[in-house]
Structures are given as C-alpha cells and as structure tokens.
T-cell receptor
Framework: EAGVTQSPTHLIKTRGQQATLRCSPISGHTSVYWYQQALGLGLQFLLWYDEGEERNRGNFPPRFSGRQFPNYSSELNVNALELEDSALYLC???????????FGQGTRLTVV | QQQVKQSPQSLIVQKGGISIINCAYENTAFDYFPWYQQFPGKGPALLIAIRPDVSEKKEGRFTISFNKSAKQFSLHIMDSQPGDSATYFCAASLNNAGNMLTFGGGTRLMVKP
C-alpha cells in the first residue's frame, strides 16, 4: 500500500513568488493535514481538509491557502513568499474513524 | 501558547541504555497521544500511541507511560541502539476537533555505539 506522497521534494522560489505543493493521501483516507516544520520551531499545524472542505486552520496568514480535490488529494498554496517561509512542509493523512495520522516525506521549500 | 512541552531537547545515551523523553500537556480534553520518530530529511513516522484510559503501552523496545493526573506522558526506549538516533516528537490531539496534532518541540536522540 502506498504511503502519503508529496511533490515536489524540493522547491526553490524567489521572494514574492507563489509556491504550490501537492499531497496524495493514503488510499481511503479522507482527511489531509498540512504542517510547517521550520528550523528550530518544531511542527506547526497549518490546515486541515476533510471531504473536500477546509475544516480548520492554524495561526498562519491568509497567503497560506489550499484545497482538497474530489479524489482527496490536496494542494497547499503560499502566495507572496517571504524568506521566513523557508521550511519543510509536511502533509499527513488520516482515515475516517481513525486517530492515526501518517506523514509524507515533505517538500523542502527554500525562498531566496 | 505551547500546549505540549517536551524535554529534554537533546539526549545522548550509550548503546544498550534506556532513553527517556518526557512530555507535559495542558489541555485535559486531549484524548490521543502519539509519538513520532523523524530521521533527517524524512517525514515523521508514527511510532506508538496511547489513549488516556491506559497507563502504559509497550511495543517491542518502546513503552509509553501515561500519568493522567499529572498531565504527563513519556517514551522509554529500552536497549537503545545507534539506529534509534533520530528526533522524537510527542503529540496530542482531540478526537472531536479533527485529531489535529499539537506537537512538542522535539528531542534529538543520539545513541553512541
């Protein structure tokens, strides 16, 4: 069974640009979570999608947004990139009725 | 507000020793407490998890101890091996709030041969 897959693995963008990160959950999982892991700041919750709807968001500005598609895959968009957006962005998926969340390998975003 | 505090930030243990990582939480409504293991350049991998109605859970060399009254839980790694060298994160979540994970700050474990 394939795990959570994220693409791209690495992404380099210039300040002010937009970045799009993608996540495919484990087959059958309907919930997708996005987390930011910045150096020295641990894992911070960004967004939660379930059944195509945004259910909750963490304490991040509106330029962090995303969506979930009918096949439950998800996209994270970061507009007007700032240097401090450089981080590992992790996607996790969870099956309905389960508390277990499984993470992908992450996308390393570097803003220069 | 940091709702899950983890200590120590780093830990060095000799091969064969016991590694102990502690976490404390504030929100008494949390009902699921997982531990994740993360190797450099990889995503966190679910290691073991416990619910508050259980005081201890063991899986192989890994044991979670849970103290509901003290709002603390800990991970014990018995017979620590160099391959256990990684960063460990405790977390907590709330089932009726979508199981969004609140993570501790992480512990970087190094097991010396």
């Amino acid at each position: 069974e394939a795990g959570v897959t994220q693409s791209p693995t690495h992404l380099i963008k210039t300040r002010g640009q937009q970045a799009t990160l993608r996540c495919s959950p484990i087959s059958g999982h309907t919930s997708v979570y996005w987390y930011q892991q910045a150096l020295g700041l641990g894992l911070q919750f960004l967004l939660w999608y379930d059944e195509g709807e945004e259910r909750n968001r963490g304490n991040f500005p509106p330029r962090f947004s995303g969506r979930q598609f009918p096949n439950y895959s998800s996209e994270l968009n970061v507009n007007a990139l700032e240097l401090e957006d450089s981080a590992l962005y992790l996607c996790a998926s969870r099956g309905k009725g389960s508390a277990w969340a499984f993470f992908g390998q992450g996308t390393r975003l570097t803003v220069v | 507000q940091q709702q899950v505090k983890q200590s120590p930030q780093s830990l060095i243990v000799q091969k064969g020793g016991i590694s102990i990582i502690n976490c404390a939480y504030e929100n008494t409504a949390f009902d699921y407490f997982p531990w994740y293991q993360q190797f450099p350049g990889k995503g966190p991998a679910l290691l073991i998890a416990i619910r508050p109605d259980v005081s201890e859970k063991k899986e192989g060399r890994f044991t979670i101890s849970f103290n509901k009254s003290a709002k603390q839980f800990s991970l014990h790694i018995m017979d620590s091996q160099p391959g256990d060298s990684a960063t460990y994160f405790c977390a907590a979540s709330l089932n009726n709030a979508g199981n969004m994970l609140t993570f501790g700050g992480g512990t970087r474990l190094m097991v010396k041969p």
